[in-house]
């Protein structure tokens, strides 16, 4: 995934804001807390629609990019997978949030020896071929890493990323007046979405994705301990290929064992998914 300098960033943002018609500011959290009790508050300024449609144009450019090189989808095998894992983890969502059952969810995979996955706003998911062929990654496996990506998504970790960057550029009470009408707000708000896939959320929003994230796949009939075993792999794979993914999700080590600590709490969910799901 290409970086542009915080530079950039920051004019994106500067950019998005003053484009934006629509300023929303408050404290709210996005989604219920579940079995995993994630309750912190966020700090919302951008609206979801703001940054859902920022979000649905970068990926709509990006799906393109790759059609016209013929690595979109390029295995029909692998893209029936993935769909079947992402529909399994999406249909459980709805423990988080109701409203998710109208976002315009998409699941295209990317044929590329890149190690990387995400899940864009709104619901606009792509995950790299390079990850589940170098890590050999089972069915299980995947579900850990989409079920992250997707809580990212849930939680509206991009947007509270762009609100935040915001407040610190500029005061609140100047925000409240900036109020104009840009057609090239979309515009924008995908370059902000390019610039938020490839940097690192805070430590605080990826513990938020690794708790909801088990808790998706506990719920899809996935068994969590493979949130473990992916990790494992991951940090076993960096003496090769640089993992683009571990290159925004770090301190594995960490991560395993806030998993740990949370195994317990979602594995009656787990067992009680089993039994719908024969896998
Ligand atoms: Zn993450």
Redesign the pocket.
Known sequence: MTLFSSDSLKLFILGTLISSSLITAGCQTTTQAGEVGVQRKQFLLLSSQQADAGAAQFYAQEMQKFSSKGTLNANPQQTARVREIASRLINQAGAFRPDVRNWKWEVNVINSKELNAYCAAGGKIAVYSGLIDSLHLTDAEIAAVMG??IA?ALREHTREAMSEAVAQQVGVSVLASLAGLGQGATDLLAGATHVAVGLP?SRQK?RE?DDIGLELMARAGYDPHSALSVWRKMMANGGGRPTEFLS??PDPANRIRDIEAHLPRVMPLYEAAKKTHKK
């Open positions: 992250h990506e990212h959320f990826e994705a925004t999700h």
